[in-house]
């Protein structure tokens, strides 16, 4: 058995693959059931060649590839994958390191820390704070929330990894009503159910209000959540404001920030975070607006005992590193895959001004898409983007709805809908370093085509 035949096989199906991205549907043409038949065969007895199966899955998956990698694609925050970062990505399977301890993998333990140093300069973090490279923002709020949830334990003296929640004091995490969905599903993958969530109303810019956010606190042990770049239109909140209540009530201050916490690289768009460096830890994405494959999400905690508390587990069969920095006292996972080496080779390639210019070129064409798209006959802008995300309306919902339909269905632009405030909009996302003028300039004409 050789690697040849299949590697050579994969890469050449690769390029061909990011060479088409422009002349290609962005949305999927094969339907559900063409893909179940042809991938769906009944598993053999005996193997087949690698090449063959390679092969196969090439000609299978015909049709059922959204152009996500490429430039022409808005919906949902899904970014592309910086040359760098996919060959890097590559490599990380070559190798196959399971990057849960030093031991067992030098080379990629020293990258992430290495790689962690950088985030936090770029993200504006205080040097101090520990990290974690994890899955996605939805395992990056795991993990800060399971150190928050031990640090205000511990406060009440309670030890949360040795005795659990049962018969723990109540914890309240206040947030905004416009929140994003993972924050749920952390809080319930730790135990804490909705139930011990408080909802504060949003102002009409989606930010939270300091007289709501001292009114929803208590003396109880407490989480504030807030948002840097909310999924809609990509509101922050007033950080320099909020947090500093917060901390008054003894309150840890968590930052979703999976796209938006970004902003920081850019002179243009800092002060949107002014303040959020006094929190208590922030999550964000690697594979949205940096542009690595995924899964790349990163975890930043301010008190570093916490989080390793909240993680660290020894067991005799682990070789532990002294010096060197062992994934697995941050991290959830136990084996994992060295997801470094893509984030280390993005912020290479990139530069500190390769991802300030980034960060603003997805403005910027953010920007021209809703204007352009919001001055043709028939359409409205609902959110004019702040940064990387705004909301067009066609009429009423059904007539939105049908617009978004016909444009996905034309193959030059893919957008998502949403329901804002009780009103049916289309989502503009710009987050892929390759989406350019020309792109945008199909995008607006899809949609004047699909409005006649
Ligand atoms: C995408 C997103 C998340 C979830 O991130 P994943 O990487 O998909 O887990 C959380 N919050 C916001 C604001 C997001 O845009």
Redesign the pocket.
Known sequence: MSFRPPLELALSAALRHLDSLNTTSVGATATLEALRTRLGMALADEGIAAEQVVAELLRDVEGGLIGSAGGRFFG??IGGAVPSSLAADWLASTWDQNAGLYAAGPAAAVVEEVAGGWLKELLGLPAAASFAFV???????TTCLAAARHAVLERRGWDVEQRGLFGAPSIRVVTSAER?G?IDRALRLLGMGRDCVVDIAADDQGRLQPAALEAALDDSPTIVLL?A???NIGAYDPFAELVPIAHRRGAWVHV?G???LWANASSRYRHLLAGVEAADSW?T?G??WLNVPYDS?YAFVADSVAHRAAMSYRASYLTHDEAARDQLDWTPEWSRRARGFATYAALRELGRRGVAELVERCCEHARAIVSGIGALPGAEVVWMPQINQGLVAFGDDARTDAVIAAILASGEAFFGGTTWRGRRSMRVSVCNWQTNGDDVRRAIAAAAKALL
């Open positions: 949902w925050v899955t996605g923002c939805q395992m990056a709020h994003h993972t948002q770049g909310d999924l979703d999976a796209f938006g999550a994405d594979h949205k999400g």
